[in-house]
């Protein structure tokens, strides 16, 4: 793992991993560093050259401007690829990191090699509302203070099953990562802005890139029928479903994504469209 910063500011933290293989960028979500992305990377660094970074405000990234956008956040993570060299990558967003993922297929189709969006939306007004309990967490999570934040968030990303199940060892170092080190309120509140402010569904065809779409069926912050929306509206996607996670799938079915994630990777990367496109030639 080496950790860096952008040459451009305000200046943003990453972490590379892996040293061979199609390069991937992860992008996260609301109020969360890039290491949230553990469980994914830890696998995936075998076989890719993985990349995960701070927003603006989050972790050892600069504080940057208060009021952000999801466009703005966009450039950000083109920011990253620039600083890496990478002329494309494979990019996976989860929910903020989702809708930064589509506004960069939107804006910089040339630099993805395909998208990866989980427990995400584009943006309807209404229906992109979470559901009455996952509004009541998500409040006590950012206003109530750390121990608030340390109860509520759990039961906020994850199943009562799927809590029930884990080790209080496993989860507590797992939440360490999430909460440990908490964004200023006024990063919260900026990126709250950013997402409140979050449209694309009415671009969402001109999305040409290879999707898979991550649709946990327990999710109560953003709900299933989200990615249900974005699988009628994006042409060339297939969906992955989890029937019985939350909106933390990617711990919670780590194993099971990272595969999926692999599979996606293989069968869409450079090396397997110029194949095709040889294979079809000699025909």
Known sequence: MTQRRTETGPRLSYQVFG???APVLFVMGFGMPGAVWGPQVDELQNDHRCCHYDHLGVGESDRGPFLRTIPAMADDAVRILDDLSWDRAHVVGVSMGGMIAQELALRS?????????????????VAALP??????????????????RMRSLPRLLYTDEFLESIGPKALRSHLDVRLGHPPALRTVLGQLYAVWRHST???????????????PGKDILIRPTQTDR??????NTRVLRFDDAGHGVTFQKAAELNAALRAHFAEHGSDQI?????AAARV
């Open 19 to 21: 040293s061979q293989g």
């Open 109 to 125: 189709a040339d630099r993805c090699e395909s998208l990866t969006l989980v427990a995400t939306h584009g943006g309807a007004p």
């Open 131 to 148: 559901t009455l309990r996952g509004l009541r967490f998500f409040v006590q999570g950012l206003f109530g203070g750390p121990k608030n």
């Open 201 to 215: 569904e009415s671009r969402l065809s001109q999305i040409q890139l290879p999707t898979l779409l991550v649709r």
């Open 230 to 235: 974005l699988a009628e509206r994006i042409p």
């Open 274 to 278: 110029e194949s095709s496109f040889l």
